[in-house]
């Protein structure tokens, strides 16, 4: 019986010996490769299941009668929100996309969007919000993405936005979807 404090024994590793010097290289790759995929990342449901959003009401604030009411309390998202004409029509009403289209940039992971606003109101606008869903090639949700676009789009007109990068995407996104969510009238 051997009660000496068990060694690793050196004589195990007479196999990496035996390895050709240009295949280490790909062993080690090989193995972290099986090390990443054995962690669960291809069955990982946090990227399958679709992000629900959530809208919130509100409710506009009681003014007092007994104070004035000035400038600066009428201020707000309810009030003097630019976004909004004075006629009560939203300044995204007369905005359109009227084409669009995606392709992959940089390494596969990046979404180059290109797509051709229209604005049929009767002010410029800037500031224009747009979000993008995208989905495989079974119509099931992956990624959704918004990007602000600080340009001016003139009242009556339209302009064409090639290659705009909207954000990184899943590798397995094939189509896209864009939408206007926002815009300030100028």
């Not at 009681?62 to 009030?79: Q, S, V």
């Not at 392709?103 to 051709?116: D, E, I, K, P, Q």
């Not at 224009?128 to 993405?145: A, P």
């Amino acid at each position: 019986m051997d009660i000496a404090p068990y060694r690793f024994d050196l004589s195990r590793l007479a196999a990496i010996k035996r390895l050709k010097p240009g295949l280490i290289g790909p062993v080690v790759l090989l193995g972290c490769l099986g090390v990443w995929l054995w962690s669960g990342y291809p069955g990982n449901p946090a990227q399958s299941q679709p992000v629900r959003l959530s809208t919130a009401t509100t409710e506009p604030p009681a003014l007092n009668p007994a104070t004035p009411a000035t400038d600066a309390a009428r201020e707000g998202p309810l009030f003097g929100d630019p976004a909004i004409a004075p006629d009560g029509t939203a300044a995204i009403d007369g905005l359109k996309i009227s084409s669009q289209s995606w392709r992959r940039g940089g390494l596969g992971s990046n979404a180059l969007v290109t797509f051709t606003l229209r604005n049929g109101n009767d002010y410029a606008v800037r500031d224009i919000e747009i979000s993008c869903v995208f989905t495989r090639r079974d119509g099931s949700h992956l990624t959704d993405r918004t990007r602000m676009i600080h340009d001016i789009v003139n009242m009556k007109s339209r302009r064409t936005f090639a290659r705009m990068h909207v954000g990184y995407v899943n590798v397995n996104a094939n189509q896209a979807k864009c939408a206007l969510v926002a815009a300030t009238r100028i």
